[in-house]
């Protein structure tokens, strides 16, 4: 079985050892906080291999609520010790009203030639006019098949276009022929079970993942999706990581982040495909995940942060990240020949999720500052008591609503698409 672990540098201890290190050692490191790249195995990549000839970095990684907490102290207290920060478009928003964030339009400029898409950049300016964060790397979540499952494909479905019907039907003749139900999904303690259901499953039905939450479509969705989850894994809720199950054969199709399969693949690639998540009626739905490079307002290098960024973004440091950590480049840069072929997969099912002429990109949420665990918490909370308790389809969504609701006016948090833009908070009808 596979493992992944965690490591963490709390606030607290970093702040302590910045401030009782000696002033030469302070000067010489930049202290670079990222809420990506956290598993210790990522974690070692980053400072062994990405940031080799790089200026010298302390690369300190955080949970996200921790991440804005810290920035949030740094700066209203005056004193600096973090440089460049890397962390999700979403994460990255609510350092913008706290003014945590420098204008790095100079810093764009240099970097131009590498051909950034002008879609992400335009993204990185948070709705300021000003260039707040470059684009780093950025990933998605896929559908893993193992070949196995191949031949109890439904008749007339294509295993690279399939809707949440066919799947369930799929998962079904699966568990018939075999006994096993070998349909899986991330639904542990630290699974990404809740980005299945906001940026997949919901908008797939709905076209929405706030608006319409409670809507005659999510009912109806929920109906289906209850009944699909008759033929998952019954081991789903204890998985975090889907590369586990899948390379134990506990599971022939999964769903999760590439760079949380990355490994399965890597291992036995011949045994795989990797094709887009399936669609609803309203569409193919998948959550783009964009992560970006910002430099702290007052850092104490902003200079050392800018070389970062410089090489952070060369095509080839972007396709080494790809190589060793499963992000994929947003700068122009072709993949070599010789790339290792779980890699390889992973950029196909990339590909085939961003290039599904029924494609509808769900951003992750944006605006919730340190409520985001919160609105996860709605959707998981409403799968349990629909899926795994046996409540009212209608009962549920009435009530969980009114929590998300909640959520949504407290932060003000204007829609983010697939919902429609909304001025003020994003309602929920």
């Not at 709705?127 to 031949?151: E, H």
């Not at 991330?186 to 259901?197: I, M, N, Q, V």
């Not at 499963?326 to 790339?339: H, M």
């Amino acid at each position: 079985m596979l493992r992944r672990s965690f490591v963490a540098v709390s606030s607290a201890t970093l702040a302590l050892a910045i401030a009782t290190a000696p002033a030469p050692a302070q000067a010489q490191e930049i202290v670079f906080l990222s809420t990506q790249l956290r598993p210790i195995d990522e974690a070692q990549k980053v400072r062994e291999v990405l940031l080799k000839g790089a200026p010298k970095t302390a690369y300190v990684v955080e949970e996200p609520s921790p991440f804005t907490v810290r920035m949030r102290a740094e700066q209203q207290a005056g004193r600096k010790t973090v440089s460049l920060v890397g962390a999700l478009h979403g994460e990255l928003q609510p350092l913008v009203p706290m003014d945590a964030l420098d204008a790095i339009d100079d810093v764009a400029a240099k970097i131009a030639g590498r051909n950034i898409p002008a879609g992400l950049m335009e993204l990185g300016k948070l709705g300021t006019g000003k260039q707040v964060y470059i684009p780093w790397m950025q990933a998605t979540y896929v559908l893993v098949v193992n070949k196995k499952a191949l031949p109890h494909l439904p008749a007339g479905a294509d295993v690279n276009a399939l809707s949440y019907r066919q799947l369930a039907e799929w998962a079904k003749t699966i568990q018939e022929k075999t006994g096993q139900r070998r349909l899986g999904f991330p639904a542990g303690p630290k699974g990404l079970f809740a980005r299945f259901l906001q940026g997949n499953l919901y908008p797939s039905y709905t076209a929405s993942m706030v608006t319409e939450y409670r809507s005659a479509e999510a009912e109806a969705m929920w109906g289906e999706f209850k009944a699909l989850w008759a033929h998952v894994n019954p081991n789903a809720t204890n998985y975090d990581f889907m590369q586990e199950p899948l390379a134990a054969g506990e599971v022939w199709i999964a769903w999760d982040h590439i760079a949380r399969v990355k490994d399965a693949l890597q291992a036995a690639p011949n045994d795989y495909l990797v094709v887009a998540p399936p669609a609803g009626p309203k569409g193919r739905a998948y959550m783009p995940v964009l992560a970006g490079l910002g430099i702290a307002k007052g850092a104490p290098d902003r200079a050392g942060a800018a070389a970062l960024i410089e090489h952070l973004t060369r095509p080839e440091i972007q396709v080494a990240t790809a190589a060793e950590v499963g992000f994929f480049p947003v700068v122009e840069a072709k993949l070599p020949d010789n790339l290792a072929a779980g890699v390889k997969l992973l950029a196909e099912g990339v590909a085939k999720t961003q290039g599904a002429k029924d494609a509808m990109p769900a951003l992750l949420p944006v605006g919730l500052g340190d409520k985001g665990g919160e609105f996860n918490k709605v959707f998981f909370d409403t799968f349990q008591r629909i899926v795994l308790r046996n409540e009212p389809v209608r009962t549920v969504l009435d009530a969980q609503a009114e929590v998300l609701r909640s959520i949504m006016t407290a932060t003000n948090a204007p829609c983010w698409a697939p919902d429609k833009p909304s001025t003020g908070a994003c309602p929920v009808k």
